[in-house]
């Protein structure tokens, strides 16, 4: 019976569901949707009714930061930000939070505040001041502020934070001021912190991405200089010797009434006069070593070109000379052998 009574009321079931569908679609009987749906809309009014509220208490946490009663404002901008987050006072909270605790040091704080001003409230008025803000935090750790271990004890220098602050600045306002100065600067932290591999990033997409700026000079002549203290020898790969060349080169070009025009024709002419003394040793190897003109005429041809007044070009003149009069050199490596027999 009960099967029969199913048999009968199941296609019923089926039409009434077709000739409602548009109905149901229209209320979504996704169950995903039910509370969506229903929390969206509260959120809206929630925001639109507690506008008001917020914009009161932003006005009474100025008063109070104004006043310098820094933690009463500060708990008024936390109520703000907690419990009213999307509303149009927010965004000014947070400032106005990150700057008491940037009067209080904690710059690391002040500027996840700034942060979050930019990634939630990207149409915030005072956008520039925000990222001023932020490189102000960024300055103070790379000028060794230190943080507070249990609000009393000074903690450790925090350069890393700082270059990770300033390429966040990067991000944020790609096209501002800050954008090619917040490079500089993760040069200059990553001299400090002895990482020259990200000095040299930061200073080539400041003069790539910002030739303009009034801190090329400064970048072109910082590169060549990173370059020049990798390089560690004339008998080593010479590499960085050949890329600070090319800085330096290109530094005079660009910018040939600089003031460091004088110090970089010296430091170009001592790069210079250090590739010609590579390669003139490599010519003396294959010379003396292996009995190889050929290459060995290659190589000090290359250190007379490099640097023609330089001592290495000099004395690849000289065994150039040599080899043209059929000199035979005498084995170095002979001698040396010589003498280890003698004793």
Known sequence: ????????????????????????????????????AASNDSINLASSENQDVAAELLAGGKVNYEAGKLSAAK????????????????????????????????????FDDLQKVINDHANYEHFDRVIGDQFDCATALMEGARGRILWVFPGFKQYGTSAKQFEQIVQNAPYSDYAPL???????????????????????RLINYYPQSMLAPDAYYNLAQTYSDL??????????????????????????????????????????????????NLGDFYYYFRNNNTAALVFYNEAISIEPDSDAAREAGLRIQDIEAGVRPTNKASIVRKLLRAE
Do not use: H
């Not at 917040?182 to 080539?204: F, R, Y």
């Open 231 to 280: 390089v560690q020898g004339y008998e080593y790969d010479q590499g960085s010797t050949r890329r600070a060349i090319s800085y330096y080169e290109d530094f005079l070009i660009l910018f040939p009434s600089s003031n460091y025009s004088g110090e970089v024709e010296a430091n170009l002419k001592n790069m210079e006069n250090l590739l010609a003394s590579s390669r003139l």
């Open 75 to 110: 708990r008024t901008f936390k109520k703000i930000i907690k419990k009213y987050p999307t509303s149009s006072s927010t965004a000014e909270a947070l400032t106005l939070r990150a700057r008491v605790y940037m009067s209080k040091e904690l710059w690391g704080k002040g």
């Open 1 to 36: 019976m009960a099967v029969t009574f199913m048999q009968r009321t199941f296609p019923l079931l089926l039409a009434l569901g077709l000739l409602m569908a548009p109905s149901l679609n229209a209320l979504s009987l996704n169950p995903f949707n039910w509370f969506g």
């Open 182 to 204: 917040a490079l500089m600067n993760i040069a200059l932290v990553s001299e400090k912190t002895a990482e020259p591999e990200d000095a040299i990033d930061a200073l080539d």
